[in-house]
């Protein structure tokens, strides 16, 4: 016998089906003053300006009036999380390294890591200025930087640098290519080229290459003295390794290595090839001693 099922308490009741209803949404009317239209009575809307940046040249710079009270303001400025107000400190920095660098040397190095900083930025125009403001400040402190105060920034600047000219960006890295050959320019070559020894074998094949260009071109304003100071064995084997590198702009620039090194070593000397015959037999692999001799040859 069937038994009847009891309803249950906690069940919600059935009602009959009924159309559901929609659900009303208030809109928000528009006046037609502001859907674009002229309203005398009301001043119209200002235009959202998008940010630009300035590239100033160095020789378009300006001293900085009053600079004894400016410098106070200039780390405030590079600590700034606004990068359009980095990029106007770092404008300001480049002014005080080029019209006011004494007032700059006690915050040196403080704005060396800055540029690091800014260099690893992703924005463009940031990378940019940073780049811009290394050069000067290269041209206005040369070998101070490499003080034991700026030392390790000179370091972290230099790679960046080297990096930032191995980019695919083509504004970014002829703006680090200039400021590389502003380094070579203004700082002497032998404690720049004990820097940039290490990048001839940077796993980064534009980094080499780049690294390779600076290096020939301090090795160029070298004479054999300061060759020896370095180590002549080691410039030719320097310039013998990158012979091989795979860019042709690193092979470019370890020939231009090796025509350095050999007009010093054999200026005064009347056996050109015999002599340098002996002194890469005397130092070098024979692979490495019949590449230089070939190459030196066809000169």
């Known amino acids: 016998m069937a038994m009847a099922l009891r309803p249950i308490d906690n069940a919600l009741p059935t009602t009959p089906d009924r159309p559901i209803k929609p659900t009303k949404v208030a809109v928000p009317t528009q006046k037609k003053s502001d859907l674009g239209l002229n309203d005398e009575n009301k001043a119209p809307l200002p235009v959202a300006a998008e940010a630009t940046i300035d590239y100033i040249s160095s020789e378009n710079l300006k001293p900085i009036s009053d600079p004894d009270s400016n410098i106070q303001s200039l780390i405030g400025g590079l600590d700034s999380k606004d990068w359009i107000k980095v990029c106007e400190s770092l404008n300001n920095a480049r002014r005080f390294a080029l019209f006011h660098s004494d007032l700059l040397v006690p915050t040196l190095e403080k704005v060396m890591v800055v540029l690091v900083k800014s260099m690893k930025n992703p924005r463009s125009a940031l990378i940019k200025t940073s780049i811009m403001a290394s050069a000067d400040i290269f041209n206005a402190f040369g070998d101070r930087l490499l003080d034991s105060t700026t030392s390790d920034a000179f ?30 320019k203004s700082l002497t070559p032998l404690p ?35 060759m020896k100071d370095y180590g002549l064995v080691a410039l ?30 054999t200026e005064n000397e009347e056996e050109k090839q015999e002599v340098w015959l002996s002194f890469c037999e005397l130092n070098l692999t024979p692979i490495h001693a019949h590449a230089m001799v070939k190459f030196t040859s066809s000169q």
């Open 155 to 184: 370091d972290q600047l230099l790679l960046q640098l080297l990096l930032k000219a191995s980019q695919d960006k083509r504004f970014v890295c002829e703006e680090a290519d200039k400021a590389l050959i502003t380094m070579v």
């Open 192 to 226: 720049l080229l004990n820097r940039l020894k290490a990048y001839v074998t940077h796993a980064h094949l534009k980094v080499r290459a780049k690294a390779a260009i600076s290096i020939s071109t301090c090795v160029s304003k070298m004479g054999l003295e300061g």
């Open 236 to 265: 030719v084997k320097m310039g013998a390794d990158s012979l091989n590198d795979r860019l042709p702009e690193a092979r470019e620039a370890a020939r231009s290595i090796m025509t350095s090194v050999y007009n010093a070593y």
